[in-house]
């Protein structure tokens, strides 16, 4: 057992399957020698060797176009997108490649493959540096879109997703990369791709979020249990495609009242499914409209107004008290 | 200082047989042995007497939007004839003449155009990639694969195939990047047949070569006469040796012309004239070497009229394999999604329904649910 942040978790998981797996290859922009500019893949040039883990040129399409080539031809890539703002250039290769590849050739040619983006604001980082696109690629059939929210779901998502038979986009909240520690057990286990976790269990709402807003969460519910106020229960849905929405349905059918909370823009985002999913299944069972706290329909601004765009303690706070107030 | 050069480069053009009949007896003897020559022209008069076969199951409402390679014949089968059989061959769409050298089933190529995925379930022993619809993006693919093979220990080349238009996408320059900075062994190879659509390959590149493209990835670069086989057997010879000796990559650019419109849905009468269509009629490359076979007493018209017969007959198999496949259940486009399909798309794949009553009719009063059950086998049935 080690304490550790996400990043660490994150280098840990690599390094353990890649021992296992002599398939595993990284590939990115700076990845290398320089261990990728969140140093997450920090010392894995080093203890495998160049061809296992290596610098390409500077291009997102390049970069996914040939991991395609790579998992068609057998092998198990792990592109890195050094943020999510990037994806643009890769856009085509994923959706019109990677994510059809398998229906369109009815099986003979498949497309395992582990895209690492670190994603999301909060950070004081540049333009395109901050946003949260998974909504898209959710939206894309064919994708696996995974957010952890911590270091242990971290390591455990990840191990699956190195496993996986099909492409998946691991998307790495980036506010919460060495935000805190936890203890990691540095002995193998999986999380299962698209099983949710219930964080905290409650009786009187239920919050799902994901990625860096769980933590917002977390702390909103933490507010409210101190002035001894409503029983919240949070899920962490973890994973965006496949999403876990028999956790979602049994929370709601229990509390009635729901407030989902992701740093995307609020139309489209992926809390619209959420909300229309729950809508559909728990129609008898809602107390109050489903609330959705989010990103604004607005481009990401720069960092100096980022924390008024991105969904906070107090933002959910309010959320709750209006939810439960119907 | 004085000015000095810092770099200099040629694009060496390689013709062999002309359109007048002309032979390079230097680069062209011994080049192709007869017997290889023989089977080279009949692959080339079936794929072109299938193209007509295709153009005529989509007039006649039996396939969908066909792009014909007429014409193109000899780029591909030049490449595919050269190649190993375990290279790989990763092309565009009118590469049809070097798959079928590869051992292809003509009703895959067919089912394709047919709308069917099960043309694309390339079997792997033919080590083709399936065809490629969006333009320029397969190169990169051909470079994965070849270094996945490099990362084995194989010494598996790729071969891959895009046009003058495909060749000002991103992607395409991307590849060659790539290929050459990770030292990746794939032959690009671009067929330049004039035409992207209306758009005239000039648009594409203003310089005066497209094989020159190659130069600024630091790849050796050929061009050759694209309607002549020997041509371009000659220069994939040349180019496959060089990149599975060095490991490296290099660039080929085949000239050729597309003698048919880009697609059944295209009418190239828009936008080029007769006459400039009529100039390339004259150096088809499948009349170019029927006419030096005949000279070499290689080849008459007993053989060729037995060809025609012959080649009528297995391509009239072939639409019958592709048309008498039976048709795929209702829900196939669910079954390969995933190796493992989702809870929600098992849903949606049992019910046919992405409505939420639909999917559980149970929740429908008892007297509504006889009429959803109507109208889901109505839904079964509509298209079948």
Same mark, same amino acid.
């Given at each position: ?326 | ?307 025609? !017969? %012959?080649?009528? #007959?297995?391509? +009239? @198999? *072939?639409? &019958? ?48 649910? !006889? %009429?959803?059950? #109507?109208?889901? +086998? @109505? *839904?079964? &049935?509509?298209?079948?």
């Amino acid at each position: 057992m080690a304490n550790l942040n996400l990043v660490q978790a994150i280098n840990l998981a690599l390094i353990q399957e890649m021992e296992k797996n002599p398939d595993i290859v990284l590939l990115g922009e700076d990845i290398g020698v320089n261990g990728g500019v969140f140093r997450v893949t920090e010392g894995l040039q080093k203890r495998f060797g160049e061809k296992r883990v290596f610098d390409t040129p500077l291009a997102e399409s390049g970069i996914i176009g040939l991991s395609i080539g790579l998992a068609m031809g057998g092998l198990h890539p792990v592109p890195e997108i050094q943020f999510e703002g990037f994806l643009g250039p890769a856009y085509d290769q994923i959706c019109s490649h990677a994510a059809r590849m398998r229906s369109r050739t009815r099986g003979a040619f498949t497309v395992p493959m582990t895209i690492r983006i670190p994603v999301g604001g909060g950070i004081h980082a540049p333009e395109l540096h901050s946003d949260s696109p998974e909504a898209i690629y959710a939206h894309t059939p064919g994708l696996k879109v995974v957010m952890p929210s911590s270091p242990y779901d971290a390591k455990g998502l990840l191990v699956s997703a190195l496993r996986d038979p099909d492409p998946v986009m691991f998307f790495e909240p980036k506010r919460i990369y060495r935000a805190f520690r936890e203890e990691v057990p540095e002995d193998e286990y999986t999380l299962p791709i698209g099983k949710a976790r219930t964080v905290c269990e409650g009786d009187d709402l239920t919050i799902v979020s994901w990625g860096a807003s769980v933590v917002q969460c977390m702390q909103a519910i933490e507010k409210a249990s101190e002035s001894g106020g409503p029983s919240i229960e949070l899920i962490d849905l973890r994973t965006i495609y496949p999403f876990d929405m028999d956790a979602v349905e049994a929370s709601v059918r229990k509390t009635g009242r729901c407030v989902i909370v992701h740093e995307a823009p609020l139309t489209c985002g992926f809390g619209s499914e959420i909300a229309a999913r729950i809508m559909e299944k728990c129609f008898l069972e809602l107390e109050a409209p489903v609330q959705r706290v989010a990103g604004f329909d607005t481009t990401m601004p720069y960092y100096k107004l980022e924390l008024d765009y991105l969904p906070d303690a107090i933002r959910v706070t309010r959320a709750i008290h209006d939810c439960l107030a119907y | 200082m004085p000015i000095t050069t810092a770099y200099e480069a040629k694009i060496e053009h390689i013709s062999i047989l002309d359109e007048k009949g002309n032979f390079d007896e230097k680069l062209g003897k011994g080049l192709i042995p007869d017997a290889d020559l023989v089977k080279l022209y009949e692959a080339m008069v079936s794929c072109r007497q299938l193209d007509q076969v295709a153009f005529r199951l989509q007039r006649s409402g039996r396939m969908g939007t066909y792009p014909q390679n007429m014409g193109q014949e000899a780029t591909s089968l030049g490449a595919a004839y050269v190649l190993r059989k375990d290279d790989w061959m990763v092309t565009c769409y009118r590469e049809n003449c070097g798959l079928f050298w590869r051992g292809v089933p003509k009703e895959a190529i067919l089912l394709h155009w047919m709308g069917d995925e099960r043309g694309n379930a390339m079997p792997k022993p033919h080590w083709v990639t399936p065809i490629y619809v969006p333009l320029g993006t397969q190169m990169l693919h051909a470079a994965g694969l070849t270094m996945a093979a490099k990362y084995r220990g194989e010494d598996r080349i790729a071969c891959t195939f895009f046009g003058d238009g495909a060749s000002s996408e991103g992607d395409f320059h991307e590849a060659c990047n790539f290929a050459s900075n990770l030292k990746i062994p794939v032959v690009f190879v671009c067929q330049n047949n004039f035409w992207a659509i209306s758009t005239p390959s000039r648009i594409n590149s203003a310089a005066p070569t497209f094989a020159q493209r190659g130069l600024s990835y630091g790849m050796p670069c050929l061009q050759c006469d694209g309607n002549d086989l020997f041509a371009t057997v000659h220069t994939m010879r040349k180019s496959v040796e060089y990149s599975r000796s060095t490991g490296l990559p290099c660039f080929v650019e085949m000239v050729t012309y597309r003698l048919g419109d880009h697609t059944t849905a295209d009418d190239a009468s828009r936008y080029r004239g007769k006459d400039e269509v009529d100039a390339w009629k004259a150096r088809d490359p499948i009349i170019r070497l029927r006419n030096y076979m005949t000279a070499r007493k290689l080849w008459d018209d007993a053989k060729e009229a037995a060809l025609a !017969e %012959r080649v009528e #007959q297995e391509n +009239a @198999e *072939a639409v &019958a394999r592709a048309e008498g496949i039976a048709s795929p259940d209702r829900a196939d486009f669910f079954n390969a999604m995933y190796a493992e399909i989702p809870q929600d798309l098992v849903i949606q794949r049992e019910t046919m329904q992405t409505h939420s009553l639909g999917q559980d009719p149970t929740q429908l009063p008892p007297e509504a649910q !006889e %009429r959803a059950a #109507q109208l889901a +086998a @109505e *839904a079964a &049935a509509a298209h079948h």
